[in-house]
């Protein structure tokens, strides 16, 4: 199992950036998809979380920014962030729960992670 992650890069305060995450070796049509973050000396944090039936979660300091979404046909989810900010500059990592169903809103539910993309915002 594999998950590929794409689609940081550098970009000014209030720009947008599109993360893409292609899942490969299975499907997870049937799991919850999730988004995390982590900067640098800090913990990772849970950013946005989408279950298998399309039900979304955003953690407070994304709410109104950021918008996930996936695509079972292709096994892929997304994570669309407008209105950046610096305080969202970090590595961003995609994941799956770690059993059918469950939506990986914290570290220990995710049985899956993908590579990490680095988001930097400039001010």
């Known amino acids: 199992v594999q998950l590929q992650a794409s689609g940081g890069g550098l970009v000014q305060a209030g720009g947008s950036l599109r993360l893409s995450c292609a899942a490969s070796?299975?499907?997870?049509?049937?799991?919850?998809m999730s988004w995390f973050r982590q900067a640098p000396g800090k913990e990772r944090e849970f950013v946005a979380a989408?279950?298998?039936?399309?039900?979304?979660y955003y953690a407070d300091s994304v709410k109104g920014r950021f918008t996930i979404s996936r695509d079972n046909a292709k096994n892929a989810e997304y994570l669309q962030m407008n209105s950046l900010k610096p305080e969202d500059t970090a590595v961003y990592y995609c994941?799956?729960?770690?059993?059918?169903?469950?939506?990986?809103?914290?570290?220990?539910?995710?049985?899956?992670w993908g590579q990490g993309t680095l988001v930097t915002v400039s001010s």
């Open positions: 994941a799956v729960g770690n059993s059918a169903q469950l939506v990986p809103t914290i570290v220990a539910h995710v049985g899956f």
């Open positions: 070796g299975r499907s997870f049509s049937n799991y919850g």
């Open positions: 989408i279950s298998w039936t399309g039900n979304t």
